[in-house]
């Protein structure tokens, strides 16, 4: 046990018994306890494998690579339809972690072999994303908001792309383009 990541186990007062035995669970499978993005996060030789996260309705162990593990009691979930790598398995009380704890060990070991195997997730090339209308009017309408934004690294379109996309009304859409366009025009990237 990592003592830095105690606190985080202390302040979801909801969830502790739940966090502990996921806990106790990780631990024995041998994974090294770290504390990143402010979460218990479980690394196997320096490489991330899983990490404990809360949500107001639910606890859950999240698989870095989980979309390629065979996830054969169907278990893991895709967050969004932009995640590509991580999957979750929740938890909504103790004792759906306590019947599952052999299980929950073999998606453990089983992520393990996975680092150990050196795989890799397949992700989607920024090409393969689908551009909001609202932005790419823009682009048809601006030569050099276009040129400047094929000009960026494919993460940092990735990102202008997924937050575009992220609204469900037009409007919103259009006012995340307009306050970003000078961002882009200047070569940043959305978090820059």
Not at 86 to 93: D, H, K, L, N
Not at 157 to 180: D, G, H, M, N, W
């Amino acid at each position: 046990m990592n003592p830095k990541v105690d606190f985080y186990f202390k302040k979801a007062k909801n969830w502790q018994k739940e966090l502990g035995r996921l806990r106790k669970i990780i631990l024995g499978c041998q994974l090294t306890e770290e504390l990143k993005w402010g979460v218990p996060c479980y690394t196997f030789e320096k490489r991330n494998i899983v990490l404990i996260h809360v949500f107001k309705e639910y606890c859950a162990l999240l698989f870095f690579k989980g979309a390629l593990l065979k996830d054969a009691e169907g278990l893991l979930i895709q967050q969004t339809k932009n995640v590509q790598a991580a999957r979750q398995i929740r938890f909504a009380g103790l004792r759906e972690i306590v019947e599952k704890e052999t299980i929950l060990k073999g998606y453990i070991r089983e992520a393990i072999e996975v680092e150990k195997a050196g795989l890799k997730v397949k992700f989607k090339k920024t090409s393969e994303f689908r551009i909001p209308e609202e932005f790419q009017n823009r682009l048809d309408e601006m030569p050099a908001l276009e040129t400047a934004f094929d000009a960026l690294t494919p993460g940092r379109q990735r990102a202008y792309i997924l937050y575009f996309s992220a609204p469900k009304q037009s409007k919103t859409r259009e006012s995340r383009v307009k306050k970003c366009m000078p961002h882009i025009l200047n070569g940043k990237g959305l978090n820059d």
